[in-house]
């Protein structure tokens, strides 16, 4: 089993960054893919970001050229480098295989207000 623990969250004011870390471990030859994922006030889960185990990514439209996500497979760690951000940007942030492959964690608050 692959465990998440995300952090790294935080309130920012529109136009402001954030960088997110998501630290797995447990079954991590597991995890070829990773992604992170977002989830809204009243809204579904969404998948945000993508990695491939080439490094090769891939970006929900609405985040493409201000988020960009990378990895440190040595360190088993995930990051979602968020630039110009926008109030709908607001939600919980989680990683996870892509796709899922294991429990979700708690995620970590992302609330961009002015």
């Known amino acids: 089993q692959v465990q998440f623990v995300e952090s790294g969250g935080g309130l920012v004011q529109p136009g402001g960054s954030l960088r997110l870390s998501c630290v797995a471990s447990?079954?991590?030859?597991?995890?070829?893919?990773v992604g992170w994922y977002r989830q809204a006030p009243g809204k579904q889960r969404e998948w945000v970001a993508g990695s491939t185990s080439d490094h090769s990514t891939n970006y929900l439209e609405s985040v493409r050229g201000r988020f960009t996500i990378s990895r440190d497979d040595a360190k088993g760690t995930i990051y979602l480098q968020m630039n110009s951000l926008k109030p709908e940007d607001t939600a919980v942030y989680y990683c996870?295989?892509?796709?899922?492959?294991?429990?979700w964690g708690q995620g970590t608050q992302v609330t961009v207000s002015s």
């Open positions: 447990g079954s991590i030859h597991k995890i070829f893919a």
């Open positions: 996870n295989g892509w796709p899922e492959v294991g429990d």
